[in-house]
């Protein structure tokens, strides 16, 4: 099992994780998703993100150790962006691999859903020249209970 | 001595980033932490009250207003995060 933990300022390409996780057909699913800045009908014009260093690193740490005790993952990938990053621009990439695509499915949406709720970043919208902090939803928070009530219940897979 | 942190629209409404307190007598919890920075402080009190919606960690790891506070920890303040 190896893992990548990164924050970065400059950009991110989807062709990194993907050659990173390549293992000579030790996995046969890689299940990638990267979170881009919505332009929300042309409103948005960019995204500024800050966070806790330090914080952020382990916390993430956590949540991907936390994946790979529910699923038998052979590599994780987490990155995310910091600082301005414009509409249309990645902003998270989340990337696993696994023997089977399930695993890799799920643990994809687990981590991500864990990151939005867990992880120490903030983010700001430019609208009409101004910045306004954009506020957490409850969906989110949701999301990541909904995966946690059935935390005892479930054999890692 | 204990150092309170604050980030995003936390920090800005605070108008700083973080400041460092002796330990006051009779707090020990994360919510008697933010009692009292709010009694003794009125522009922390105003920023406090403007975000109602909180985190909090203890020493980078995520708690909740029980959690225990103790001399040379570092708590930070912030509003619900919203990356990815």
Redesign the interface.
């Known amino acids: 099992m190896k893992t990548h933990i990164e924050v970065r300022e400059g950009g991110l390409s989807a062709s990194e994780p993907d050659l990173w996780l390549r293992d000579q057909g030790r996995s046969g699913a890689v299940v990638m998703f990267s ?1 881009q800045v919505r332009d929300e009908q042309g409103k948005v014009e960019a995204l500024h ?4 260093p ?2 952020t690193e ?2 993430l740490g956590t949540i991907v150790e936390q994946a790979c005790s529910r699923w038998h993952l052979n590599g994780a990938w987490v990155a ?1 962006r910091v600082g301005t990053i414009q509409a249309g621009e990645d ?2 990439q989340v990337a696993v691999s696994s023997a089977h695509r399930q695993a890799a499915f799920e643990a994809c949406a687990f981590i ?1 859903d864990l ?9 700001k919208e430019l609208i009409d020249g101004c910045w306004i ?4 939803r409850e969906s989110d928070d949701q999301a990541a209970a909904s995966w946690l009530q059935d935390a005892t219940g479930r054999a890692p897979r | 001595m204990v150092q309170v942190r604050f980030f995003a629209a936390l920090r800005e409404r605070a108008g700083r980033d973080a400041i460092q307190i002796d330990l006051p007598e009779g707090v020990s919890t994360v919510a008697q932490l933010v009692d009292w920075l709010a009694e003794t402080d009125v522009a922390l009190a105003q920023a406090l009250e403007a975000t109602p919606r909180r985190m909090v960690a203890i020493n980078e790891v995520l708690g909740n207003e029980d959690s225990v506070v103790e001399a040379g920890d570092v708590v930070a303040l912030f509003p619900p995060v919203t990356g990815g």
Request: no cysteine; charged share 20%.
């Open positions: 979170g993100l800050e966070h806790y330090g914080m382990s916390v995310h902003i998270v991500m990151l939005k709720t867990r992880a120490p970043f903030w983010k902090w954009v506020e957490a």
